[in-house]
């Protein structure tokens, strides 16, 4: 189909394990979704300099072009391609180039606010926060920003401390309250499951957009048994 039949949006603190739950909940999609990173769409600020934007909030709402992701969300939705950003880690810049991104019957928009603007959440079908343990959240932070991208290890440690985690706390951690279902540790392999069975029953029409508050909870406290453990 043309229009996307269902917005998904997942949430948690960085490091939290989203983009895992991102890729196993839709691993059997196929070309049926298009995933959005909230990175992406980072305010462009390409005219301070490297030391000034290094020195910037990340974590904070205000460093995210807001009306820019729901206006693109808002297109997709009706069945119209978007020019996507891209966002350059290691220069805390906007790429010059874009990526077309087609409209899809799944739409996954993923990021550490993504339940945070209300805009946005409206149009959401299904809302996912991803709460994992800080420690752990932490360690898979420094081995990404180290080792990925570039970054030296006591810088990322004091960017943690003064800014993501206050943010965290501040900001991210409360959309937890606006989730239609909580994933713990990361990647727990029932909820992802019983994603996966919605999401086709959805793509293949035999379910609506009915989704209600408590209903996945639900199924997924009956679906989950004591003895079942966590997947990183």
């Known amino acids: 189909m043309t229009i996307p039949s269902f917005v998904i949006g997942i949430a948690g603190g960085t490091g939290a394990g989203k983009t895992t739950v991102t890729r196993q909940v839709t691993q059997n999609l196929d070309d049926d979704v298009t995933r959005i990173p909230l990175d992406n769409y980072y305010e462009d600020r390409s005219e301070l300099s490297f030391d000034d934007r290094a020195d910037l909030n990340y974590d904070h709402p205000s460093a995210f072009e807001w009306d820019l992701l729901a206006t693109h969300l808002e297109s997709l939705l009706e069945g119209r391609p978007i020019a996507m950003p891209q966002y350059d880690f290691e220069t805390h810049t906007r790429r010059d180039e874009r990526a077309t991104v087609e ?88 909820a992802v499951d019983l994603i996966q069975e919605k999401l086709r029953a959805e793509i293949d029409g035999d379910t609506t957009r009915a989704w209600e508050r408590g209903t996945l909870e639900q199924e997924f406290a009956t679906k989950r048994s004591p003895d079942i453990g966590s997947d990183r």
């Open 103 to 190: 409209p899809t019957d799944v739409v996954v928009v993923e990021g550490i606010l993504a339940l945070h603007d209300p805009d946005l959440t409206e149009m959401m079908d299904l809302r996912l926060y991803v709460e994992t343990d800080a420690d752990v959240r932490i360690l898979r932070r420094i081995r990404r920003d180290v080792l990925e991208r570039g970054r030296d290890l006591a810088g990322v440690i004091d960017q943690y401390l003064s800014t993501v985690k206050p943010m965290h706390e501040r900001f991210i951690e409360p959309t937890k309250g606006d989730a239609d279902l909580i994933i713990p540790e990361g990647a727990n392999s029932v």
